[in-house]
């Protein structure tokens, strides 16, 4: 990377228009709504003050529209990685909230077997070297400078329990990745040196 002090802002999109209430996942044609619009805008207002010269996103359309206003206050193009992409999950498309939907059906619960992997998903080492991987990119690409990346709920998640050294398996109710919420890893001489979490556009 770069022996310079650098800062990288991984973010998680804003709030979905999703009335089915489905696990849409990587399916196409899920946009913000306008709460999450707001959101995303908040944002970026927060960190226009911010030395932001990199602004890269999942190519999901809910990522590019949460990054759009953040590289529109910096004049800069948004740049697509696709290793900040969501995790695959066997149940997109499907309704998944507890007691509903798909884990209603007893010939799922098979996909439960195993929550460590997990076993109804991608597995959390591949998203981790996955996002990591991303964030190191990013990092040399704003070397010196500070850079965002838009991505998703687990993703944002899995990351910062890799880059903690902390479990990567863990409870969905006890993620730290709030909607627009900023997760931020301070680099220095190539060396994550520290981290901070903000809700930058409130709950």
């Known amino acids: 990377m770069t022996s310079d002090k650098t800062v990288v802002h991984v973010m998680r999109h804003g709030e979905v228009h999703n009335p089915e209430k489905i696990l849409y996942g990587r399916l196409p044609d899920y946009h913000l709504s306008d709460r999450g619009r707001a959101q995303a805008q908040a944002v970026a207002d927060w960190l226009a ?23 529109a206050r910096h004049g800069l193009a948004i740049e697509t990685d696709h290793e900040l992409i969501e995790s695959s999950n066997i149940f997109e498309g499907q309704r998944v ?7 209603r059906d007893p010939r799922n619960w098979w996909h439960l077997r ?3 992997t997990p076993s109804w998903g991608e597995p959390y080492k591949q998203i981790a070297a996955r996002m990591t991987r991303a964030v190191e990119r990013a990092a040399v690409s704003a ?8 991505s998703h709920q687990l993703p944002v998640e899995t990351l910062r329990r890799a880059m903690t050294d902390k479990p990567l398996h863990h409870f969905p109710t006890r993620r730290m990745c709030n909607l ?24």
């Open 143 to 150: 070397a010196g400078h500070e850079a965002v990346c838009v």
């Open 49 to 71: 003050a911010r030395d932001i010269t990199y602004v890269v996103a999942s190519p999901l359309e809910r990522a590019q529209e949460t990054a759009a206003p953040i590289a």
């Open 97 to 103: 909230s507890p007691g509903d939907g798909a884990l």
């Open 114 to 116: 195993n929550p460590r």
């Open 180 to 203: 627009a919420s900023v997760t931020s890893f301070y680099f220095h001489d190539d060396v994550c040196v520290g981290w901070g979490y903000a809700e930058l556009a409130g709950q």
